[in-house]
């Protein structure tokens, strides 16, 4: 398949690592212009965003939420038919408060407005060294699932089969309406959990709720600044909060 990447941060590069090494034509650009790709090691053609968007299936963005008003010019540039993925997460220390957002606006409904384009939310719920390291076949037991939500069912679709040739499981997590479901601050937040159990962690969020123990984990992840935490520590913290 042709994919397009916006964004070479450690989620958008590793998608393109291992997008490449499944033999799939990768093109990734940075939104903020084609120099800030020099010298990084990237698997994929490094391109300007004009070329990401040209001539793909997929079209993978991955930006902080702050950044995608500004790539809404761009966007309106891609072809109806290609599939358009979003990665974001809301963080307001590190965003800004988004008024809509803070008033009960589901994240990528947000995004998708921005836009103005149907997009399919994908990659959030995941760490970038889970999904660089903790893929695996798809017999193998305890693997672990990533939640895929939007509104077309074989855009959808498209994104799940990716998310499987990549080394997870997929779990059709609803519309795009429902993807808060998989935001910071509920269980199936980077929790590294299985198809069963992320199913059950879906339907046991709580969509009040879910901002306060975001900010929780952020007020603990800030506490322990002075110490190193492991992978496994990160995966722990996120489960004993999210799960309260």
């Not at 305890?142 to 498209?158: C, P, T």
């Amino acid at each position: 398949m042709r994919f397009g990447i916006i964004g070479a941060g450690p989620i958008g590069s590793i998608i393109s690592k291992k997008l490449v090494k499944k033999g799939h034509n990768v093109k990734i650009a940075d939104a903020r212009g084609i120099e800030r790709l020099e010298g990084k090691e990237l698997d994929g053609t490094p391109v300007s965003v004009e070329d990401a968007i040209t001539n793909i299936e997929v079209l993978i963005i991955s930006l902080p939420i702050k950044a995608l008003p500004s790539i809404r010019n761009i966007i309106d540039q891609v072809g109806e038919e290609v599939t358009i993925v979003d990665t974001s997460n809301y963080y307001p220390y590190r965003d800004g408060k988004i008024e809509e957002i803070e008033n009960g606006m589901v994240e990528s409904v947000w995004v998708s407005n921005q836009l103005d384009r149907p997009i399919i939310k994908a990659f959030n719920n995941i760490l970038a060294y889970t999904l660089e390291n903790k893929g695996t076949s798809e017999d193998t037991i305890g693997r672990i699932a990533m939640a895929v939500a939007g509104n077309e069912q074989s855009q959808k679709q498209v994104v799940m089969d990716v998310v499987n040739e990549l080394g997870f499981a997929s779990v059709d997590s609803g519309s795009l309406s429902e993807s808060w479901r998989q935001q910071p601050g509920t269980p199936a937040y980077c929790t590294e959990l299985t198809k069963d159990e992320l199913t059950k962690a879906l339907k046991k969020a709580n969509k009040e709720k879910a901002p306060l123990l975001r900010d929780k984990v952020m007020e603990r992840f800030a506490e322990k600044k002075e110490v190193e935490l492991s992978h496994r520590d990160i995966v722990n913290l996120n489960r004993e909060i999210y799960n309260s």
